[in-house]
């Protein structure tokens, strides 16, 4: 059973991905990059797994994808009374987003001449953005089959992400009562903004690992003004800055932090090994190009302009 409480502080290191680093950064940092596996299995029950973490995948084609998938989902729940689980994981280019809850008062900017592009989505909660460097996961699951409870769902999204920092990379992480989503001390790491429609979920949770944090400033983060952001990369920054590495070990400081590739790959590896335990499920993996979501989107486009 997937417990929600925090891994202790003396966890190691997940075994399986060779990534080693303590609370007090003590050795070299070693970085690698792995080969994903080619599935996952912590239950019976079969989950796609769309792997585009490497890939930034515009953030309307992405959405507009994920409205297809939940469409099919409810058809094959009429018709078949269940239908199958899927997870997405890419990264975005820049762009900001706003939940149900948001207002313009939280924006930094004239909308009118926005940074990045704004987009009003269906998603919970306030304003928030995306952008490379970001580890995105959408989840889209039948929650029948697992818990008809949104707040076990969303504590059980937290407390995956708090299960990665901990286990990959010895980084203490929490949630704060009354807000949602993960935080190292005063940082919010990772966000987490859900829609559900007839029990099947889509939006999710975004994970900052390298991101430059620079677009924040220009918003109030899911609309809290006395806390700030933070990432994996400047978290391991920080401590080995205050760390016998920083004096002693500066050739391996500096190619830690310049490997970004390999800490997006190592972060998305425990991911999808965290999510699989969470919701005891087998992962089959799905391949799709961005060429064939870009084509997807144009074609829904085009239809819905015809119906109009």
């Not at 099947?200 to 430059?212: F, Q, R, S, W």
């Amino acid at each position: 059973m997937y417990l929600l409480n925090t891994v202790p502080s003396s966890a190691p290191p997940c075994p399986s991905l060779p990534l080693h680093i303590h609370s007090h950064v003590s050795k070299s940092l070693q970085f690698s990059n792995p080969k994903p596996s080619k599935f996952i299995c912590y239950g019976t029950r079969i989950c796609e797994l769309f792997d585009l973490h490497r890939e930034q995948v515009p953030y309307e084609v992405a959405w507009s994808w994920q409205k297809d998938i939940v469409k099919e989902k409810k058809a094959q729940l009429e018709k078949e009374g269940d239908c199958s689980d899927t997870l997405i994981v890419l990264q975005h280019p820049s762009v900001y987003t706003l939940g149900t809850a948001s207002t313009k008062d939280n924006l930094n900017f004239d909308i009118n001449n926005a940074p990045f592009n704004v987009y009003r989505t269906e998603r919970g909660g306030e304003v928030t953005y995306h952008g490379p460097g970001q580890l995105v996961l959408y989840p889209i699951i039948n929650l029948r089959r697992h818990k008809m409870d949104l707040h076990w769902y969303l504590r059980t999204l937290e407390e995956l992400v708090i299960r990665v920092l901990s286990s990959t990379f010895s980084i203490q992480a929490s949630r704060v009562e009354g807000l949602t989503g993960v935080w190292v001390g005063n940082e919010k790491v990772a966000a987490v903004g859900i829609r559900v429609s007839h029990w099947i979920t889509y939006h999710g949770l975004a994970l900052n690992v390298t991101t430059d944090l620079t677009p924040f400033k220009w918003i109030i983060p899911c609309g809290i003004r006395d806390r700030e952001v933070g990432s994996i990369k400047g978290l391991l920054l920080r401590e080995a800055q205050t760390s016998n590495m920083a004096a002693n070990g500066t050739n391996d400081l500096h190619s830690v932090m310049d490997d970004d590739a390999s800490l997006i790959s190592i972060t998305r590896n425990s991911l999808i090994e965290e999510f699989a335990k969470a919701f005891q499920l087998e992962f089959h993996n799905r391949t799709i190009s961005v060429p064939m979501l870009y084509e997807r989107n144009q074609s829904a486009l085009v239809a819905e302009t015809q119906l109009s």
